[in-house]
Each structure stands twice: as C-alpha cells, then as structure tokens.
C-alpha cells in the first residue's frame, strides 16, 4: 500500500527528462496529422490529439514547433486528423519518421482520400475530420494547433492503436 501521507513528490520542478519519463505511465491515443500536397506533402503521429468542443466543431493537438510539418500548417492552414486503428502500428511508425521516412514517403504503404480542404486522410481510419486551422498557439517548445472541423468521415470497428510505457498496443473490439 502507498503511503498516503507522504506521496511521491520530489518537490521540485520536472527537468525534461523526467517529465517525459513520467508521461511513459499515460496511455495515449495515437493519431496522424497530415498536411500539405505534392513535394510539401509531410505529417506526424501524434498522441496529443483530443476533441476540443462539439459547438463549433474543433480538436486541438500539440505540434513541436522543429517539425517538419508545423511550418507546412502554418503555411496552408489545412489539415487531416485520422484516428489510428488496432492495424495502423505501420502507419504510425512512417509518420514517426522510423528509417528516416520524411515527407511524402510516409504516405507509402496505406490508402488515402482527399478531403473538400485538399488535406489527404486515411481511407480506413476509425475516424479521421477534414480540418482548417483555427488558430495555432505558441506555449514552450510547442504549439496547440486548433482545427476547425469542416467534416468527418468513420469506419465502424477498426479498434484504436494506443502507445503506453514506449510501445505500440493495439486494442480492437474482438
Ligand atoms: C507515439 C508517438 C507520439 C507522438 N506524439 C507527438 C505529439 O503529440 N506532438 C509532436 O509534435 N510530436 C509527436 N511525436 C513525434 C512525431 O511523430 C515525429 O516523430 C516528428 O514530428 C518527426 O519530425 P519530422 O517530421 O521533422 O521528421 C510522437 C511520436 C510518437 C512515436
């Protein structure tokens, strides 16, 4: 049993480190941004992506500000937000840039359809929303990037691709 009393607090301020060391113990969701077209083609796997507000419709995800894709968002204002499903470990290891996939490479290997924005998403995600950028806020290294949803496309029981504690977990329904 954990004492209670006197929890585990260091008491002081997380150094990077151990911020990130602390977030291995949170399950999050896995899912892509995709942005841009032709040459500037690029996005990244991200487990920062979450609803913002049903009335407008917006989602929010957290971008660093050094990757490729933050100055392509900033530049066309349009974006894909897929949903990863219990299939999608390969996909999300592209978008990570695993073997150094940069830009359009990422979309290799997986089926595509384009949105009314011009944004690319992927054809059998659980979800995925065609969105125009709202607003993208600078805080620390990063910036909350609000999308504006302008419409969605679903895929029943396609599960969901979860990262916990450094790795993939695929959770399906079956
Ligand atoms: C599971 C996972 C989750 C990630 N989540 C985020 C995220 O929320 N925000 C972010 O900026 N990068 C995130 N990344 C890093 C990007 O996917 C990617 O590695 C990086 O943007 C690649 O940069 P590049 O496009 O400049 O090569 C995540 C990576 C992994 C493997």
């Not at 204002?77 to 219990?86: E, Q, T």
Request: overall charge neutral.
């Amino acid at each position: 049993m954990p004492d209670l009393a006197r929890p585990p607090y260091l008491g002081e301020i997380p150094a990077p480190k151990a911020f990130r060391n602390a977030m291995r113990g949170f399950v999050g969701a896995c899912s892509l941004i995709t942005t841009g077209t032709g040459d500037m083609a690029t996005g990244l796997v991200v487990t920062s992506g979450v609803s913002l507000t049903a009335e407008p419709p917006m989602i929010l995800a957290c971008i660093n500000r050094s990757a490729s894709s933050w100055p392509i968002l900033k530049q066309t204002g349009v974006f894909g937000w897929s949903a990863l499903g219990s299939a999608h470990q390969p996909v999300a290891e592209r978008f990570s840039g695993v073997g150094g996939l940069k830009g359009q490479d990422r979309y290799q290997g997986a089926q595509w359809v384009t949105g009314a924005t011009g944004a690319r998403h992927l054809a059998d995600a659980p979800l995925a929303f065609d969105c125009t950028v709202e607003e993208m806020i600078d805080r620390g290294t990063h910036s909350i990037l609000i999308g504006r949803v302008q419409s969605i496309l679903t895929n029943p029981d396609r599960g969901s691709l979860l990262y916990w504690n450094g790795a993939y977990h695929p959770l399906s329904s079956a």
